[in-house]
């Protein structure tokens, strides 16, 4: 969190919130909503290619960072050349990939920008020939710092607040689990139970009593209306 929000690396930071999210099939992962100070929001095309991307680097400018991207930042394959990926149904990706080519960012007030995605570089992931429509964005410096798997998303709607906020209130996983005793007759109603799914990474998470959200700053709603 130090380096998008005390150090600044997106920009200054005038407020923060996030929260972990632990899914069944692998660990925990953050959702982190930075906002920047007026002067360092991204307003235009330029502002948002210098600190978000999203095409495959070149592998002899940066070979480390193009090392990176096609091996945490590639979404799929999917669409006609795998259709049986799980982010397909109904013949189409939930993510909406692939991308449409486009050769400079185009903001856009109502949902993510569309960012620029030029048609030359490809590459090879898991055996199949890939291009710039499947990048996820990133930013280049949280990559290279970390090494890992950081999607930065520029935020232009009050539909990322949402987002965001909708996995802090949502609750715990759950799961239907059933009791037998060996008996051959049974009431399946009293032996079905609702009960809360905790996976091992979440466990441990508790156990060790790290946050599971935290926000930097909070309105409180008087009960009372007092002078000035």
């Known amino acids: ?18 929260t972990i999210e632990f899914q069944k099939s692998g660990l925990s992962h953050a959702h982190i909503l930075i906002v ?34 096609t091996k945490c930042l590639m979404h799929g394959p999917c669409g006609i050349d795998n259709p049986g990926a799980p982010c397909m149904e109904a013949g189409q990706c939930k993510k909406m990939f692939p991308k449409e080519f486009r050769t400079e960012t185009t903001m856009n007030v109502s949902v993510y920008p ?42 232009t709607s009050l539909s ?36 809360r799914y905790v996976s091992a990474p979440e466990a441990m998470w508790r156990f060790l009593g790290s946050h599971m959200h935290d926000r930097s700053r909070a309105v409180m709603r008087l009960p009372v209306h007092l002078p000035n």
Request: hydrophobic share 35%; proline share 5%; with cysteine.
């Open 1 to 18: 969190m130090d380096e998008p929000t005390v150090y600044g690396a997106l920009g200054k930071s005038i407020a923060q919130v996030y």
């Open 36 to 69: 920047l100070r007026a002067a360092d929001k991204f307003s235009t095309s330029e502002q948002t290619d210098k600190f978000v991307r999203a095409e495959i680097p070149s592998s002899i400018e940066n070979l480390r960072l193009h090392g990176i991207v």
């Open 114 to 155: 569309l960012y620029r995605r030029c048609p030359s570089d490809t590459t090879f992931v898991r055996g199949r020939e890939m291009d710039n429509r499947f990048v996820v964005p990133y930013n280049p410096y949280l990559l290279l710092k970390y090494d890992a798997p950081i999607n930065v998303e520029v935020c």
């Open 160 to 195: 990322a607040v949402k987002y965001i906020y909708k996995y802090i209130y949502k609750g715990f996983d759950c799961a239907n689990m059933v009791l037998s005793a060996g008996q051959v007759q049974y009431n399946e109603i009293e032996n079905y139970i609702d009960a």
